[in-house]
C-alpha cells in the first residue's frame, strides 16, 4: 500500500481545516505499522480514509495500484468498540464481513475458521450481549478478517479493554498475522503496544498544535492545579488559531517515522525497546513519565 502525499482538509464555519498533510508513506506487504499521536492530530481520519470511508483532499492512496473506493473489499476495519448486531450471534456478525456473494457453504466453514483462529468456536450461537468484552472484541476481528482484506485496518482495537485481556489480545493478533499476514495499519494511544507489535511506528503532529512545547508545559501545569485553565483557553484565542491561514507549522503531519527492532515477539522490556519508548513518549510530549508512575503511559494524556 502506498500513501502519497495525503491530505485531509475539512470545510469548518470558520474556514477550511487541514488536519491531514503529506502523509507520505509506502509499507510492504505483510508490514504491521502502528500510528501513534496526540489525540485529534487526524488518526482515525487516516484510517478512514485509507478504507475508503473518507476521500483525501490531496494526495493519493493506493493497494496494490489501485485507488482505495468506498465499500472497497482490499480493506476492512475495526475500532475501539466491537460493533456487533446485538440480535445476531457471534457467528453472525462474524459472517457480515464476508465479501458480497459468498456461498452458504463456503462461508460456513470461513466463520468456522475465523472462529477458531480467535478462539470463539465454543461461542458461535451465543449474542454479543452473553460474551464479554474481549470476546466481542475478539468477533469485531474475525468479522474484519472475513474479508480477507489486504490491508487490515484497527482503530484503537484493544483501547477499551483491561489490560490482562489487551495482552491476550497483543499475542492473539501477532498469532493471527503470523497465520494470515495481511498488511496492518494500527492506531493506538499505547506507545508501549505499537513497540510490541508494530514493524514501524509513524507519530503524528497535531497541525494545530500552533507551538509544539505548549502542550509538555499543560503536562506539568496540571500537576500543580493551575493547569485546566491554561487547557480551556487553548481553544477560542482570538479570531481563531485554528485556521490555516494562522497556523505557522507549514510541515507535515508525519513527525518520525520508526523502525522498530528485533523480531516478533518482542521483550517488552529489551534496551532497545525501552530507549524506543522514551524517545517516542518524548516526541508525544511527556518527558516526566519515569516519575509518573501512577498515570496511564498513553498519548491521551497529551491531548
Ligand atoms: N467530518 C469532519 N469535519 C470537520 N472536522 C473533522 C471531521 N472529522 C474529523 N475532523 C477533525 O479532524 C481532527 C482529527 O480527528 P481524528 O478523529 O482523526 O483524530 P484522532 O487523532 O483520531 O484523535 P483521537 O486520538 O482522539 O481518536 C479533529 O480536530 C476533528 O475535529
Ligand atoms: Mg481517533
Known amino acids: ?43 482515525s481520519t487516516l484510517l478512514r480514509l485509507i478504507g475508503g470511508l473518507d476521500r483525501a483532499t490531496a494526495g493519493s492512496i493506493t493497494v496494490d495500484e489501485a485507488s482505495v473506493q468506498a465499500h472497497d473489499e482490499s480493506t476492512a476495519i475495526a475500532f475501539q468498540e466491537p ?22 457453504a463456503a462461508a460456513r466453514a470461513r466463520v468456522a475458521e475465523l472462529l477458531e483462529l480467535v478462539g470463539l468456536t465454543h461461542a458461535a450461537e451465543q449474542r454479543p450481549r452473553e460474551v464479554s468484552g474481549g470476546m466481542a472484541q475478539r468477533a469485531s476481528l474475525a468479522r474484519a478478517l472475513a474479508r480477507s482484506p489486504r490491508v487490515l485496518l484497527l482503530d484503537e482495537p484493544f483501547g477499551a479493554l483491561d489490560a490482562l485481556t489487551r495482552l491476550k489480545m497483543h499475542d492473539l493478533l501477532l498469532e493471527i498475522h503470523r497465520a494470515q499476514p495481511t498488511t496492518i495499519v494500527l492506531v493506538t494511544h499505547d506507545v508501549e503496544e505499537a513497540l510490541y507489535l508494530a514493524d514501524r511506528v509513524l507519530l503524528l503532529r497535531n497541525l494545530h498544535a500552533t507551538q509544539p512545547e505548549r502542550p509538555r508545559a499543560k503536562v506539568v501545569a496540571l500537576g500543580s492545579g493551575s493547569g485546566i485553565g491554561a487547557l480551556g483557553s487553548a481553544g477560542p484565542h482570538g479570531s481563531g488559531p485554528e485556521h490555516p491561514a494562522h497556523a505557522p507549522d507549514r510541515t507535515g503531519s508525519v513527525a518520525r517515522v520508526v523502525t522498530v527492532p528485533g523480531a516478533r515477539p518482542r521483550d517488552r522490556a529489551a534496551r532497545a525497546i525501552t530507549d524506543l519508548r522514551t524517545s517516542l513518549l518524548d516526541g508525544l510530549g511527556v518527558h516526566h513519565h519515569t516519575t509518573l508512575t501512577s498515570t496511564p503511559l498513553t498519548t491521551k494524556e497529551t491531548a
Request: aromatic fraction near 4%.
Open 83 to 104: 460493533r456487533l448486531l446485538p440480535w445476531r450471534t457471534i457467528a453472525q456478525n462474524v459472517a457480515l464481513g464476508l465479501p458480497r456473494g459468498t456461498k452458504k
Open 1 to 43: 500500500m502506498r500513501l502519497a502525499e495525503v491530505g485531509r482538509t475539512f470545510p469548518t464555519k470558520d474556514g477550511a481545516r487541514t488536519v491531514l498533510r503529506g502523509v507520505d508513506v509506502a509499507l510492504s506487504p505483510g508490514e504491521i505499522v502502528a500510528v501513534v499521536g496526540p489525540s485529534g492530530c487526524g488518526k
